[in-house]
């Protein structure tokens, strides 16, 4: 079955760096589009990134220029490097599929296979 595992949320200071991992399985990794998702509490999940199955790259606005999405196709993973981390983007982070959705369904957040999430915590 569609298995979808994230991890590398930790605490970092402001400006610092993380990288997010979700690795994946169950499913043919490079059809599906991936997206990163992000929710604070008492908030919808926000996208953030996606790479679709041909490798597209897609960014949220407050994160472009910040945010980083690579696959290796090699671990079935897909990676999220966030530099210049700012308290806001303090959030838990999940990465969901989709065999209906693309990078270009970016408002839904109605994608079917979703990970646990991942803690991001941005403070001093």
């Known amino acids: 079955q569609v298995q979808l595992v994230e991890s590398g949320g930790d605490l970092v200071q402001p400006g610092g760096s993380l990288r997010l991992s979700c690795a994946a399985s169950?499913?043919?990794?490079?059809?599906?589009?991936i997206k990163w998702f992000r929710q604070v509490p008492g908030k919808e999940h926000e996208g953030v990134s996606c790479?679709?199955?041909?490798?597209?790259?897609f960014y949220s606005e407050p994160v472009k220029r910040r945010f980083s999405i690579s696959r290796d196709t090699t671990k079935n993973t897909v990676y999220l490097q966030m530099n210049n981390l700012r308290p806001d983007d303090t959030a838990v982070y999940h990465c969901?599929?989709?065999?209906?959705?693309?990078?270009?369904?970016?408002?839904?957040?109605?994608?079917?296979?979703w990970g646990q999430g991942t803690q991001v915590t941005v403070s001093s």
């Open positions: 969901a599929t989709d065999q209906r959705r693309s990078c270009l369904d970016w408002s839904t957040t109605q994608w079917q296979f």
């Open positions: 169950g499913f043919p990794f490079d059809a599906y589009a």
């Open positions: 790479i679709s199955g041909g490798g597209h790259i």
